[in-house]
């Protein structure tokens, strides 16, 4: 069963999926960590594993028809299968995103859409203002390969993304803030783990914690891309672990967008403690 590692993007994502690959796929005694390690915790939709499914990538529709179809024929090993998504949980002309058949859990992660607007205009290249009228729009969608003639995701607006994941009618699922892993990192992470436990027979080692934790703190990721790179960067001007701070809106943004945001998301932004 699936147990997916959602986000709207730039919100911590590739840090929770770089500690899970530690905790689960690495054998600390003997080996480092690399960035070779995140294909256990593949991106999903994406093309190769579509194509690799025999799957036609002609249009969006083509891949909204394989979603649940592409889900079932990994759910076929058998085990527990973590998968990463910037998709919100969507319907598309009654093709669903995914189900509950195919999903046993789900980790969401969110940042302040403040600083979401920033680190996400420098992934993408684009100024501020355009990349906020991405941010706002319930239309904002994203590729499976870089020309952008095939779309891959739905990601909407922020508040859709969060809203999507937080109503998914799950049994159990856990969501935890980008400022949490900053701020309170052990319990951010212990958390993840105790909530993993809650699905699936699964040992709580502190000590390993800690120690992923280490190896994969945002400063680690940083040094470890600027020496080998990182195949996930889309824009060459801005390293992909760019600086990992909170409240960076605060002396980066106009006042004129801050209010923009706050009041495009104010319900949102008063649930989660931003505002």
Known sequence: MIIWLASYPKSGNTWIRSFLCSYFFLDLKKDSFNFDILKNIPSFPNKNLF????????????????WLIIQKKIN????INFLKTHHSYTTLNNYHFTDKNNTLGAIYLVRDPRD?????????????????KLITSDNHVGYL?????????????W????????????????VIKYEDLINKPFESFYNIISYLNTLFKLE???KKIKECMKITNFENLKKLESLNGFKEQHNKNSPFFNTGKVNQWKN?????????????FEREMIELKYI
């Open 159 to 174: 508040s859709l993304h969060y809203n999507s994941w937080k109503n998914f009618n799950l049994r159990k699922k856990i």
């Open 252 to 264: 980066k943004l106009e006042k004129k967008i801050i209010k923009t945001v706050n009041n495009k």
């Open 76 to 79: 076929s090993n058998n085990k």
């Open 116 to 132: 979401v607007l920033i680190s996400y205009s420098k992934h993408l290249n684009k100024t501020i203002e355009e990349t906020l």
């Open 145 to 157: 390969q870089d020309d952008g003639n095939i779309t891959g995701d739905v990601r909407g607006s």
């Open 204 to 206: 709580i080692d502190e």
């Open 51 to 66: 194509l690799s499914h025999g799957i036609n990538l002609k249009n969006f529709e083509d891949v909204a028809k394989s």
